[in-house]
């Protein structure tokens, strides 16, 4: 009797535990959603649907060249590139390169363009 409450207990606690790692990935899976919805909300950019859509128009670019905001647009193209968004990465990487052509980081950012080309969706 006493084996069978042990292997009852135990498997109890293998369901609670399958349950619980199920009920934290959702939430980090709903958290994940919501990051990534404010941050295209704050860069007032569509989520691209299968195909990348062209870069918004953008106002010219001050003649100090404001090297803060082109970092900050490296770098969250870097990181769309990284969380398998190919498309958001390369419309960051356009938005850069229209804005600032001149840039040390055009290079990079042209390198990077053809990098996540390779892995954008197929289409049929």
Do not use: N
Request: net charge positive; hydrophobic share 50%.
């Amino acid at each position: 009797m006493l084996f069978w409450l042990v292997v009852a207990a135990f498997a109890a606690t293998l369901v609670w535990l399958a349950w619980y790692i199920r009920r934290k990935a959702e939430e980090r899976r709903l958290a994940e959603e919501a990051r990534v919805a404010a941050f295209v909300s704050g860069l007032g950019a569509v989520v691209p649907s299968s195909a990348p859509k062209p870069a918004p128009a953008l106002p010219p670019a001050s003649p100090a060249g404001d090297i803060a905001l082109q970092k900050l647009l490296f770098d969250a193209a870097h990181k769309a590139g990284e969380a398998g968004e190919p498309a958001l990465s390369i419309q960051l990487y356009a938005r850069l390169l229209a804005r600032y052509p001149a840039t040390t980081l055009a290079d990079p950012a042209r390198a990077a363009v053809e990098a996540q080309k390779k892995k954008l969706p197929k289409e049929r």
